[in-house]
């Protein structure tokens, strides 16, 4: 036991050397996109109270991370990445009330973008955010 004390403490000590300089890697989306142009983003059934759920993270120089990322990368960039500003495609989405919670975080041309919004189903979540919540489960 008393090996194993020092070990720990020589990881503790060299992690707070780091901190102290200002050693911190960057996340590794900021790293992978040269643009700044990234979002992770998820859905969640219901009302998006629930635990953890699985994302996919967008990438769009150039465009991966799901299906449709050349197309949602597309949608975002008519919009300079506000989600809010997207325009409603015309649907025919039916009155069945299973809610989606949509939420992206991530940077577009350098700054934070943050988007949350519950919507009363899928297809209506489609209809109002395109492809860039089209993410495979």
């Known amino acids: ?14 992690a707070a050397a780091a901190l102290a300089l200002g050693v911190v890697t960057p996340p590794a989306a900021a790293q992978d996109s040269d643009t700044g142009n990234w979002l992770f983003v998820t859905v969640t059934r219901g009302d998006g109270r629930h635990g953890e759920t699985p994302g996919t993270l967008l990438l769009c120089d ?14 975002l960039d008519r919009v300079g990445g506000d989600i809010s500003r997207l325009r409603q495609k015309d649907a025919f989405c039916p009155m069945i009330y299973a809610p989606v919670t949509a939420h992206a975080r991530g940077e577009w041309n350098g700054h934070p973008v943050e988007y949350h919004e519950t919507f009363s189903n899928g297809c209506g979540m489609a209809a109002r955010t395109g492809a860039v919540f089209a993410v495979d489960h």
């Open 1 to 14: 036991m008393t090996r194993r004390i020092p070990a720990v403490r020589g990881g503790l000590l060299t």
């Open 62 to 75: 150039p465009p991966r991370g799901h299906a449709k990322a050349e197309e949602a990368c597309a949608d």
